[in-house]
């Protein structure tokens, strides 16, 4: 139960802002934070990440909706006893939703999180976004450690394998 809480949590948070973006701010605005490292710009986005696909809201919606099934399965199934596995699908989850929910009711996503990494502008993004990198490397956390623990299962501590 903790884990769909932690969804319905980012889902308010990455809408609420995106509102206050929204609300308060022109397209292409920016507020300076830390100079050349992170503002808060007013973007949209009509397709992915560096704004690939642009337009293909149906593509997006089958995606997302067969995404979103999927984690939930995982959840159900997997995540049971498994903090990391949970909080990850979590976070994904979340991320998935929120950033439907702008796909369905705006045809775009609001973005502002802009930053600069080392001169580099990297893509405007949101919440949702980065609830949604957050859960993958999480999630990959997960899988390498339950691969070494399989791994030490099946050959044992110091590496000879055990019938």
Known sequence: MFFYLLAIIIIVLDQWTKW??????????????IE??????????????????????????????????GIIYYMQKY???K????????LMLGGAIGNL??????????????TYIFGYDFP?????????????????????REEKAAKEKEHGENGTYHS
């Open 36 to 69: 050349n490292f992170i503002y808060i710009t007013s973007h949209r986005n009509s397709g992915a990440a560096w704004g690939i696909l642009q337009g293909q809201l149906w593509f997006f919606y089958i995606i997302t909706i067969i995404a979103v099934a």
């Open 124 to 144: 405007v993004f949101n919440i949702a976004d980065s609830a949604l990198v957050i859960g993958v490397a999480l999630l990959i956390i997960h899988m390498i």
């Open 83 to 90: 903090w990391l596995l949970g909080t990850s699908l979590g």
């Open 79 to 81: 995540a049971k006893g």
């Open 101 to 114: 929910i702008d796909r369905v009711f705006r045809k775009e996503v609001v973005d502002f999180i802009n």
């Open 20 to 33: 206050l973006i929204v609300k308060n701010m022109e397209i292409g605005e920016s507020i300076k934070i």
